[in-house]
């Protein structure tokens, strides 16, 4: 299967690499063919620009800015996200990419100024990601990148396609047990993609 | 009250200027002390790179990233959000300000043993997002409101106990028309007036 790894951390010796490092790893040894999209590594700007907002629109011009970006995302069949929960949110750095390249005519379609999810090409999606806080506490405050994974993207992609969120909560009062088997799930699953 | 108003749109002729305008102007008329911060405006860096995050568990003040702004969350009692809702949550832009001013130390502390964070912004008594969504109403519900919920659950819970919280949604965005957003607007102003 062609899969596009998609990692935001910063840190070199992170936990949160170590677990994009897995991925890969596990994936390249099941023999799928990867696309690694590390957005600190290729330096991405995130911050969507005043041109490309007038332009959000205008199907013809709109990819233009991050062309090669929607060239990978729908070249790939299944989508792998690898970061960490930063304030109950992505990273900047993967934020601002799901602004600026799951466009209008990429991932959705606008009808009668409704949204219209397209991104078909995904017939899978996993999540692997640390919170800081505990489970209960990202409960407590709606716990938004699981919703936006488990609802949004998932009515973005192919209807029906499986999907798993993987997440490690409570990191800082994380555990050489706890981590190891965090990491033998994400293993298992990987080995089974 | 002194109203920190965090702005966040790319395009200054945007419907979002005339709500920060229309914010500010009504805050003031209130006899209240506005600080305008426009992250676009300023070129903000919403990126947290490995340094910083590296030292981000245990930032002391003498290290944060961006003195200026954190002696001006410092000084706030109240904090106005006026941004565009893109994919369900924060522009890219606003959600780096969060990662990187709201740092420990100024904004919470990490117990040594167990028990949860501790909250440290506790002299801002109002918290208020002011928004446009392309999404209708109840779909936005649906999906959890990420960028609601971030703010006014996550970032609240490192304010004041009894911080009080304000929402103003203009929903399906792509739809409105100069009726919808002159009500949207007049509604913001009616509802600041009387803060």
């Known amino acids: 299967m062609r899969i596009l790894v998609l990692h935001a951390h910063p840190v070199e010796t992170s936990f949160n690499r170590a677990l994009f490092r897995l991925v890969v790893d596990r994936l390249e040894k099941a023999g799928h063919q990867l696309d690694i999209l590390d957005l600190y590594a290729e330096d991405f700007d995130p911050r969507l620009t005043r041109a490309e907002r007038l332009s959000y629109h205008d199907l013809s011009i709109n990819r233009v800015p991050v062309d090669p970006y929607v060239g990978r995302l729908l070249a790939a069949e299944a989508l792998v996200l690898v970061h960490p929960v930063w304030n109950f949110g992505f990273p900047a750095i993967l934020k601002g990419f799901f602004d600026r390249v799951f466009l209008p005519g990429v991932s959705f379609g606008m009808v009668d100024g409704q949204v219209r999810p397209i991104l078909h090409n995904i017939g899978k999606l996993v999540v692997v990601t640390t919170y800081g806080g505990s489970r209960f506490r990202a409960m407590l405050m709606g716990d938004p990148p699981r919703k936006i994974a488990k609802r949004v993207l998932r009515a973005t992609i192919r209807p029906g396609a499986p999907m798993r969120y993987l997440a490690l909560y409570d990191m800082n009062r994380s555990t050489d047990a706890s981590r190891t088997a965090f990491l033998k799930k994400v293993t298992n699953v990987m080995d089974a993609f | 009250m002194r109203v920190l108003v965090v702005y966040c749109h790319p ?185």
Not at chain 2, 14 to 41: I, N, P, Q
Not at chain 2, 66 to 85: D, K, M, N, S
Request: charged share 25%; net charge positive; glycine share 8%.
């Open chain 2, 11 to 195: 395009v200054p002729e945007s419907f979002a200027a005339g709500l920060r305008d229309a914010a500010v102007d009504e805050l003031l008329k209130a006899g209240h002390e506005v600080d305008l911060v426009d992250l676009y405006a300023e070129g903000f860096d919403p990126v947290m790179g490995a340094d910083e995050r590296r030292r981000y568990n245990t930032m002391v003040m003498a290290d944060h990233p961006f003195p200026g702004h954190a002696e001006r969350l410092q000084a706030a009692q109240g904090i106005l959000f006026v941004y565009p809702t893109w994919w369900y949550g924060l522009p890219a832009m606003l959600k780096g300000w969060l990662d990187r001013v709201w740092t420990p130390e100024l904004t919470f502390k990490i117990p040594d043993g167990p028990g949860p964070i501790v909250p440290l912004m506790t002299h801002v008594r109002l918290l208020g997002v002011i928004t446009t969504c392309g999404a209708p109403r109840w779909w936005s519900y649906v999906v959890g409101h990420p960028g609601k919920r971030t703010i006014l659950r996550g970032m609240r819970a490192l304010c004041a106990r009894r911080c009080r919280t304000l929402f103003m949604a203009h929903y399906m965005m792509d739809k409105s028309t100069d009726a919808s957003r002159a009500r949207f607007l007049a509604s913001v102003r009616a509802r600041l007036a009387r803060l």
